[in-house]
């Protein structure tokens, strides 16, 4: 027989309400376990591989010296180490004592090169986005499955949601006090691992809540079609500037690079009077582009991208999401005409809208990008998840009846007086996360459909 401890009110629609939601926790974790242990050992390793190694070679030190060497010879000596190679784009140092970057395409590979900016000489060289921080990215992000794997990853961040709303209802202090709600209870056995499983659980609630939320502006679904496509830059700011049927995006290469607002805006075009006075002179170079994102702003590391064709731009850019930066706020993209050194564009943090600026903030905080601080507090948010998952198999495992062959899930109560509002949450759900909604419709035709006409099968998931 197996027995169950709650602490909701027996022989009340309540109590029918709370094993009901027992078992939405249970079968929601049960799907979703899997993938936020992938979620916080891939996070945690990008957060320490980036704060230790950088994410593209950007901390490969170099001796200062009393002058640096122009760009342009710089780029030259990263050109000359790629056969047939076109440079792309250019990394500033964002410290003296580091290399500069340079992509260099050598047709459909893109290499990066790091050169002493003080000798211009080549350091090193290897693939873009080949390291072990790319790696983890690519399983956190979509598994390695690309759109299956993005809407795995999304479906299963959705249904945390329904865990975490579940979890807060199955926790709530009923009539006995926040103080065991808040404080662990360090008794014996299965009492503590639901005492410490309940206590980690209501503090990272609203943590976890924010990470899924921030992830969730990424995925394909609720972010691509839901969130992302209203909260775009307008591009109608730059006045009478024409502009490209390419979109921000068409800068991105194997992972996000350019900021969450820009990303659907159109890109400008050179080759038109627009825009405001930019390079003073007939020569527009790597170098003198360099000295006009000095003075208008870009300090430190910044990211200068090469026009590309007859009508592309100069892009110059900081963007904390690019570990350019640790402050969001300082987030700064800059369009130059390629003919006229024009500046067609200049976007801010401050010009986006409020929910780019959440994004902004958001993703730098999600990836850890502001600082020590922020790394150490995404790490243990990490491990929080992972000690969540690990201690609800454990309340699983003494709870379930010894020998059984049974899952042992909570039952369903057979009588549920306040059904009604459980399916309003749920349709709240549904409507807010469309994977959740496909999700639960799924879960229940299989339950109507198949496990009603296999009763054995059946018993085996109750």
Request: proline residues 6%.
């Given at each position: 027989m197996t027995t169950f401890d709650t602490d909701a009110p027996t022989d009340t629609g309540v109590n029918k309400l709370y094993f009901a939601a027992w078992r939405w926790h249970f079968y929601a974790g049960l799907f979703v376990i899997p993938f936020l242990c992938t979620l916080a050992v891939t996070g945690m390793s990008m957060l320490w591989i980036a704060w230790v190694d950088g994410r593209d070679g950007e901390r490969t030190p170099v001796?200062?010296?009393?002058?640096?060497?122009?760009?342009?010879?710089?780029?030259?000596?990263?050109?000359?180490?790629?056969?047939?190679?076109?440079?792309?784009?250019?990394?500033?140092?964002?410290?003296?004592?580091?290399?500069?970057?340079?992509?260099?395409?050598?047709?459909?590979?893109?290499?990066?090169?790091?050169?002493?900016?003080?000798?211009?000489?080549?350091?090193?060289?290897?693939?873009?986005?080949?390291?072990?921080?790319?790696?983890?990215?690519?399983?956190?992000?979509?598994?390695?499955?690309?759109?299956?794997?993005?809407?795995?990853?999304?479906?299963?961040?959705?249904?945390?949601?329904?865990?975490?709303?579940?979890?807060?209802?199955?926790?709530?202090?009923?009539?006995?006090?926040?103080?065991?709600?808040?404080?662990?209870?360090?008794?014996?056995g299965r009492s503590l691992w639901k005492s410490l499983h309940g206590v980690v659980g209501i503090w990272l609630s609203v943590f976890?809540?924010?990470?899924?939320?921030?992830?969730?502006?990424?995925?394909?679904?609720?972010?691509?079609?839901?969130?992302q496509a209203w909260s775009q830059f307008p591009a109608e700011k730059w006045d009478a500037v024409p502009l490209s049927?390419?979109?921000?995006?068409?800068?991105?290469?194997?992972?996000?690079?350019?900021?969450?607002?820009?990303?659907?805006?159109?890109?400008?075009?050179?080759?038109?009077?627009?825009?405001?006075?930019?390079?003073?002179?007939?020569?527009?170079?790597?170098?003198?582009?360099?000295?006009?994102?000095?003075?208008?702003?870009?300090?430190?590391?910044?990211?200068?991208?090469?026009?590309?064709?007859?009508?592309?731009?100069?892009?110059?850019?900081?963007?904390?999401?690019?570990?350019?930066?640790?402050?969001?706020?300082?987030?700064?993209?800059?369009?130059?005409?390629?003919?006229?050194?024009?500046?067609?564009?200049?976007?801010?943090?401050?010009?986006?809208?409020?929910a780019g600026k959440a994004m902004a903030v958001g993703i730098s905080l999600h990836m850890g990008t502001m600082g020590l601080l922020s790394v150490l507090a995404n790490t243990t948010v990490c491990l929080s998840v992972l000690f969540l998952c690990v201690s609800s198999v454990v309340l699983w495992w003494k709870r379930r009846p010894s020998g059984s062959n049974r899952l042992a899930a909570p039952p369903f109560p057979r009588e549920m007086p306040l059904w009604q509002g459980a399916a309003l949450v749920g349709l709240g759900v549904s409507m807010a996360f469309p994977m959740a909604g496909l999700a639960l419709l799924t879960v229940l035709a299989i339950d109507t459909v198949i496990l009603s006409r296999l009763p054995q099968l059946r018993r085996a998931l109750t």
């Open positions: 001796v200062p010296q009393a002058t640096e060497m122009a760009v342009s010879a710089q780029a030259d000596a990263a050109v000359a180490a790629i056969p047939d190679g076109t440079l792309i784009q250019y990394v500033a140092p964002r410290t003296p004592d580091v290399a500069a970057l340079f992509r260099v395409d050598q047709g459909a590979d893109a290499i990066m090169v790091a050169v002493d900016p003080f000798t211009a000489t080549v350091i090193e060289t290897y693939p873009r986005h080949s390291g072990w921080y790319d790696f983890a990215d690519g399983i956190h992000g979509s598994l390695m499955l690309g759109v299956t794997g993005d809407r795995m990853v999304e479906t299963a961040a959705s249904l945390t949601m329904v865990l975490v709303a579940t979890g807060l209802y199955l926790w709530w202090p009923r009539g006995a006090g926040w103080r065991r709600t808040l404080v662990p209870t360090f008794a014996r976890l809540v924010f990470f899924l939320l921030s992830g969730l502006s990424w995925s394909g679904v609720w972010g691509g079609k839901m969130v049927d390419d979109t921000h995006a068409s800068m991105n290469h194997a992972r996000r690079e350019v900021p969450w607002a820009l990303e659907l805006t159109p890109m400008p075009v050179s080759g038109s009077p627009a825009g405001t006075p930019g390079i003073a002179g007939p020569l527009i170079t790597l170098d003198t582009i360099d000295t006009l994102a000095r003075d208008i702003g870009f300090g430190g590391r910044y990211q200068m991208n090469l026009p590309q064709s007859a009508n592309g731009v100069w892009t110059l850019s900081r963007d904390s999401m690019n570990t350019d930066s640790t402050d969001p706020m300082s987030d700064r993209t800059v369009h130059v005409d390629q003919y006229t050194g024009n500046i067609l564009a200049d976007v801010r943090y401050d010009d986006y809208s409020l």
